[in-house]
């Protein structure tokens, strides 16, 4: 068993001397157990020097026990194989007696943590090749970690680290993890793991994680990979459950909390109200979403069709759209933090994969500057408006009246639906960022959408849809309807600000929209829980604060919201 410098230094520690650390290993080879005994010893002045920093480490001690109850484990296991190889019964099955014994390497309860609660189980679907780096960066791991190589070559890994403050790149690690091996990294000050990658891949290895509610991640290295989407683990209840009138009132509460719960209160009723109008209530919508979530998670989907994501056929078409409109008479460009979420966001969606990445302005005469640094941009593709053929569309020149009344928000409410409709693929708000591939997504479902962490309605900042989709659709012909004189008595009397536009064309609208048509004929549709799509700094609906850039996602996050809400921000002229 070859051990690093550290994981002696803990492991000597933990026992105090190098006899009790053999005795606890009960290892059988007698020259095994002297070898270790030995290095130990060699290392007991460099032990009374560290002694003292060791366990500001949070976390080693609890992941070198346990390492040692997995070396236990390796053993019992090794004696099982033995018996099984006696026994006289040819179809004995190996890995049904170890696991109904110990747990094993491959099955991997809570080995690294004892007593531990694992977030997976089998049925999660996760893309461990495309996502781990991902994966990684949400987490924010400034923890120890484990990888462990449960193949039988010895694997080269590189480990990115960057400083917590998100100043830029701090260094690169280079290890060696010998077959069957453990590497143990522990806690570094001000520093986070950012990425991870396998240097001799030529054995076709994939890097699996598992992660415990604990707050520790071991990294396996294995020969098959993984199918999980972690997203796919969480369970979420689509009730809309309006405060109890104690809960408005609790005096613990801020003032903000308070307003907050009114407000939510507000926003079911509202929709219940203008839902019935259009022939739908807020009961079946909530039971269409529940339903539809147990019937059209990805985990559902691949337990009818286990090779639904190894299909080559894309339901919606591999293509992102942004949009960026601004006033005739003072133009503004977006934020360059506009451009560099597009630019994260094209990281794990390649255009060597297939993907294309549209951001649509009006014209490029409009936008001197920005023209300028996305015209020869090798991944993003800058379209005009002003170029596309329009004749079909079924708002007609609607988004231009909005545009030129400084409603930018409801510009490009139509502008999406318009570009979804005429070509389908995904839209992503300005200050969306994504953080995994959409590609299952894609193969998956005809449309999805989610729900906003604060509210009721479904969100229109980030959704997907195949071409001439039933919900886009309708959406479309609501929009016509609610800007025109037949708009219905709600849409008429909704005050003349920012609720306005949600109710005209908004997430209100596409809301209803959803209620009416999803899940018709055919169709595979689903609404997502916020904390895969809008996340929230807690995994608690409804919650008014959302997470940051830079900042720990939830690990189902696909991507994240930021809410800079510039179609309200008087700084790019926009006045809804």
Known sequence: MMLSNKYRVGLALVFLSSAAFAEQLKIDNHEEKKNITKKISMHRKYLNKKSKNIFEHRGIGKIIRSLIKRRKNEVENRKLKKTAKTNATPKVNVDEAKINSTPTIKTYKSEIIPDSKQVLSPKDPYDAKSDLNSFIRKLRIDDGFVIKNETDQKMNLRLKLESKDNLGFFKKETIDIN????????????????????????????????????????????????????????????????????????????????????????????????????????????????????????????????????????????????????????????SPQYIKWLENSIEHNKISEGWIHYFWIESKQKLPNLAKLLENHPTIKLMELNELDKSDFVTGDLYQQAIKNKKFGKATDI??????????????????????????????????????????????????????????????????????????????????????????????????????????????????????????????????????????????????????????????????
């Open 179 to 334: 077959p069957f091996e453990y590497y143990v990294f522990d806690k570094k000050e001000n520093i986070q793991l950012s990425r991870l990658k396998v240097l001799n891949n030529s054995f076709n290895k994939y890097l699996n994680p598992k992660f415990t509610e604990d707050g520790f991640l071991q990294i396996n290295i294995e020969d098959e990979q993984d199918r999980h989407f972690l997203h796919q683990s969480h369970k979420f209840d689509f009730t809309s459950k309006k405060f109890t009138q104690e809960e408005l009132t609790d005096s613990s509460l801020s003032q903000e909390e308070r307003d907050f719960r009114r407000d939510f209160n507000g926003s079911c009723e509202y929709l219940d109200f203008m839902t019935q109008q259009e022939g739908i209530s807020l009961h079946a919508i909530d039971q269409q979403r529940q339903e539809l979530y147990a019937k059209n998670s990805i985990g559902a989907l691949l337990e009818k069709d286990p090779n639904l994501l190894d299909s080559a056929n894309n339901k919606i078409p591999l293509i992102t759209h942004k949009i960026w409109v601004t006033s005739d008479d003072a133009p503004k460009d977006p």
């Open 415 to 576: 502008i999406r639906l318009e570009l979804l409709r005429k070509m389908g693929g995904f839209y992503l708000d300005t200050d969306y960022e994504l953080f995994q591939s959409l590609k299952p997504y894609s193969k998956a479902y005809d449309l999805f959408m989610g729900l906003e962490p604060m509210s009721v309605y479904l969100c229109n900042a980030f959704m997907g849809a195949r071409q001439n989709h039933p919900v886009v659709n309708k959406s479309l012909e609501m929009i016509l309807r609610n800007l025109g004189p037949e708009a219905p008595e709600y849409v008429k009397n909704a005050p003349e600000n920012g609720f306005k536009t949600i109710i005209e064309t908004g997430p209100a609208l596409v809301t209803a929209a959803f209620g009416l048509t999803a899940g018709q004929g055919d169709n595979v549709d689903i609404v997502l829980p916020p904390q895969t799509i809008y996340p929230a700094t807690a995994d608690v609906y409804p919650k008014k604060q959302v997470v940051v850039p830079n900042g720990k996602m939830p690990t189902q996050a696909i991507g994240a919201h930021y809410w800079n809400t510039a179609w309200m921000d008087p700084q790019f002229g926009s006045q809804g």
